[in-house]
């Protein structure tokens, strides 16, 4: 129930900055407003939210006490928990964030799909090293 709740949220949040990003660069499929919409996506929402994600399950698996989140604010965390993590993402969202964009409209959500699975894979690998 409760990463329902939380990927719920981080849901409604993707269809805002899609939204934003819209308003903002526009709908072209040329280079530069792909490259645009990657570039705020990848490097502005995505080291947010998922930082807001890790929080949110650090604080589930602390037992929804503060000292969980103190934890997220420690260089130790930060080099060994979660940049690994983020670097991970970005070997795989960039490029498949590049391909979503430039897909049709119909096509992009079954696109995000396959490299969300592909992700999940990825993560699951860094997580137990």
Do not use: E, N, S
């Given at each position: 129930m409760y990463a329902s709740l939380v990927?719920?949220?981080?849901?409604?949040t993707v269809d805002m900055l899609?939204?934003?990003q819209i308003a903002m660069f526009g709908e072209g499929?040329?280079?530069?407003?792909?490259?645009?919409?990657m570039l705020v996506d990848q490097f502005v929402y995505s080291p947010v939210s998922n930082?807001?994600?890790?929080?949110?399950?650090a604080w589930r698996e602390g037992g929804f006490k503060t000292r969980a989140l103190r934890q997220l604010g420690t260089r130790h965390y930060f080099t060994q928990q979660y940049l690994?993590?983020?670097?991970?993402m970005w070997c795989v969202?960039?490029?498949?964030?590049l391909?979503?964009?430039?897909?049709?409209?119909?096509?992009?959500?079954p696109v995000a799909s396959l490299v969300l699975v592909f992700w999940?894979?990825?993560?699951?690998?860094v997580r137990k090293g």
């Open positions: 990927f719920g949220f981080i849901g409604v899609y939204t934003a499929r040329d280079t530069a407003t792909m490259v645009k919409k930082f807001a994600i890790f929080a949110l399950f690994p993590v983020l670097i991970a969202w960039i490029p498949g964030v391909v979503v964009y430039f897909m049709p409209t119909a096509l992009q959500f999940i894979l990825i993560f699951k690998f």
